[in-house]
């Protein structure tokens, strides 16, 4: 028989550690990818409101731009007193003339157009409606607005509130919403 074998107590034992890693550093890792991705996903969407406002913002600016050049178009090309003009009559709510419209063959023909001063949802709006059937919004969103038709420019003008009906024009039309005033100017007088 053998021999019992003294355990050596003197020196200490060693356990092999393994090349993985332990439960509390894999919960900790998954942890913190977690939050990794929560943030990334805020600043995603932070991201993405953002474009959407600015693509929102871009486009009013852009209706709002189209609209006023569009206004300014039709109220240059005003044609009054020939055989195949409309009279020219306004009052503060509407305006009704002929113009050249453009079409989409790349050339311009006559149309009567007549500007409005409409209520909507959003507050009043001012829309162009010509006889071509197109009812085009130039400008909306703001509460008060009015027109006046523009006789005498010398000392600061002379600003009527009503055009009647006749074969003459104003110099100029001028549109008040909520205070502000754009004037456009008629044809090549103004």
Known sequence: ???????????PVRRSRGRGFTLIELMVAITLSGIVLLGARA???SLAGS???L??????DA???NGERLLRSLVGRLEIA???????AGDERQVSFTTWCDVPGGWQERCDAKLTIETDVVGEELVARLSTGDVITLERGFSTGKLRYLNDPIGGGVWFRIWGHGITAPLAIGVITDGDTTIVRIGERG
Do not use: H, K, N, Y
């Not at 020939?82 to 020219?88: A, C, I, L």
């Open 43 to 45: 600043l995603w969407e």
């Open 82 to 88: 020939t055989d195949r003009s409309g009279e020219f």
């Open 55 to 60: 693509q929102t913002q871009a486009t009013a």
């Open 51 to 53: 474009v959407d406002r």
């Open 1 to 11: 028989m053998c021999a019992p074998r003294s355990i050596d107590r003197s020196r």
């Open 63 to 65: 209706r709002d731009m």
